[in-house]
Nanobody, 115 residues
């Protein structure tokens, strides 16, 4: 079992930046993938960025130019630095990991971008 706790969400003005963090605890030795997803009401959860153990980061769409996903392997912390935020980025952001072929999710953190 792996537990994930996100932090760093909040209210930000359009054009601003935020950094999300996700701390993993428990059976973290076999985590193969780390990712960030987001979800808005009535829509499916969608990937923002992902990084696998030993692999290069993968970003979806315009996030490639607006965010950076990074890991602190020693502390089992995943970060997502987001820049040039837009009102349409308002959503609940979730940390996700895959360990032993099982997916685990954090509780989510709300980001609200005001215009």
């Amino acid at each position: 079992q792996v537990q994930l706790v996100e932090s760093g969400g909040g209210l930000v003005q359009a054009g601003g930046s935020l950094t999300l963090s996700c701390v993993a605890s428990g059976d973290t030795i076999c985590i193969s993938e780390w990712g960030w997803y987001r979800q808005t009401p009535g829509k499916q959860r969608e990937m923002v960025a992902q990084v696998s153990s030993g692999g290069s980061p993968h970003y979806v769409g315009s996030w490639k130019d607006r965010c950076t996903i990074s890991r602190d392997n020693a502390k089992n912390i995943l970060h997502l630095q987001m820049n040039s935020l837009k009102p349409e980025d308002t959503a609940v952001y979730y940390c996700q990991i895959t360990s032993w072929n099982d997916d685990y999710w954090g509780q989510g953190t709300q980001i609200t971008v005001s215009s």
